[in-house]
């Protein structure tokens, strides 16, 4: 049975949108210019060990599935069709032939934080105003395909720096939640993936795949009577320029390492060198030792050694800690061994094992009432959850060392830029603030761009290149504490005071308006 393009077109949303939309319609506020913040409340918290930061992604694939977007007569049918509880009709004709009309996000505009940027807990990621009915049918979707984006990419690039940016093949689609493949793939090769096995997402993005080969190939021959060296040569003579051997389908040091050897050997009489090895089982670290010794001492000081099977930053840790005290032992430079790993990474990173969804949220914050805008909020029982109300801006601060310091959520309409002190409060703590002369911080960026403007783009679609050499620059700018794969430092967002004032002030309004 295949999908039909409803389930994937504009009816990709909740239902209580549409009910709420419908709601709006009946009271004629749904054309109200409204603005919703999208954020995210905490860092991926993966149990034994936890993000200090996140990479930002996705929005290129939300802008994508938002163009041209509209409802069909087979969705407007569909809806037509519902009926509540006791039989009667749940959408009615009036709102039906709006949405006809205007069931689209063409009067949508959005700022946000373009992808690959180092990212932060509760700063607006994406800002989306325009008509209330439309903006609410919107969340279901943007949070779809940022969450689980940023949630990847944040992964990728944890495991990048716990492999010392060693290069980083993403080989998760077999184990990927159904499309979430392709989605993760691209989140991945954002946030620290060089390459990725998934043919058909490389494609679309434009970087080459890359892979190896099954144990299933080296099963096969030596089911055959062939072998497992019958099998590396097989593979060998058809791929020698980029020739990498799977070596532990029978005995790795015994059989797999000295066979693949053997077909090295042959492929530099022939004028090509190897690739490397690959390891899939076993002690990883110890496995890379004793690889590496044999292929030095057989001539191939070169070759690569990449390791898969259930690698993730903290693993990658161990492994390399590992090697690091084991390597002197067999004579070998523990460091130049390292600079021959690359690392192959699937289930862990795709499914993002240990914290498998970001708590990424979509609020209301602010809608026009006459000719101007009214704050809006949540009250929660824990005041980190209670949203930052109204129109704001964001801002990077970074020190006289140009590292990023603070994230400052100010008002739209502040002037940040010429200020002596900026007065930075936590969000939602009394009395937690601190001051910065310009003698304390050398740089402000705003990091809010726009994206659309009523539905029209006025930001460029970016390739991956762009997106990664913007997240390198990000974490170099980012303190080492902050980046820790264990006990990370907290990086802090703070507001204005004026906008602290406001969420207290809205806060109070809202209790004794109950």
Partial sequence: MSISPAAEGILFTDQYQLTMAQLYFRLGIHEKPAQFDHYYRTNPNYGTHQAGYAINAGLGWLLEHMHGLRFTDEDLAYLRSMTTSSGRRLFEDAFLQWLKQYGNFEALSMQAIPEGRVVHPNTPLTVVTGPLAMAQILETPLLNHLNYQILIATKAA????????????????????????????????????????????????????????????????????????????????????????????????????????????????????????????????????????????????????????????????????????????????????????????????????????????????????????????????????????????????????????????AGADEDILNRDILELHHPSRHGVYRELSTEDYAEVEPLLVDILQEGTFVADLEPIDVMRQRRIKDLEYLDSGVKRIINPHLYHVSVTPQVWQLKQDQIKRAKNAT
């Fill in 158 to 409: 944890r495991i990048r720096q716990a492999g010392r940016g060693r290069p980083l093949l993403e080989f998760g689609l077999r184990r990927a939640h159904d499309k979430a493949g392709n989605a993760g793939a691209r989140a991945a090769l954002i946030g620290g993936a060089d390459f990725s096995s998934n043919a058909g997402i490389s494609h679309v993005l434009g970087i080459p795949p890359k892979g190896t080969h099954a144990h299933s190939m080296v099963q096969a021959f030596m089911a055959l009577g062939e072998g497992e060296l019958g099998a590396f040569r097989a593979y060998a003579d058809l791929y020698p320029d980029d020739c990498l051997l799977l070596v532990d389908t029978v005995d790795t040091l015994n059989s797999g390492v000295p066979n693949a050897i053997t077909v090295f050997e042959e492929l530099r009489a022939k004028g090509y060198e190897p690739n490397g090895i690959r390891l899939d089982s076993g002690d990883l670290a110890y496995l890379s030792v004793q690889a590496a010794k044999m292929l030095n001492e057989a001539g191939f000081p070169n070759a690569n050694i990449v390791l898969s099977n259930q690698i993730d930053e903290l693993n990658l840790l161990q492994i390399i800690a590992q090697i690091k005290d084991e390597a002197p032992r067999y004579g070998l430079d523990a460091e130049a061994l390292i600079q021959r790993l690359v690392y192959g990474v699937g289930t862990r990173l795709i499914t993002s094992e240990g914290s498998s969804s970001l708590d990424g949220v979509y609020k209301l914050v602010a809608i026009q009432k006459d000719s101007h805008w009214e704050p809006a909020i949540k009250i929660s029982e824990s005041s980190d959850k209670i949203p930052t109300p109204g129109k704001k801006t964001v801002w990077r601060i970074y020190d006289k060392r140009h590292k990023a310091t603070a994230d400052l959520i």
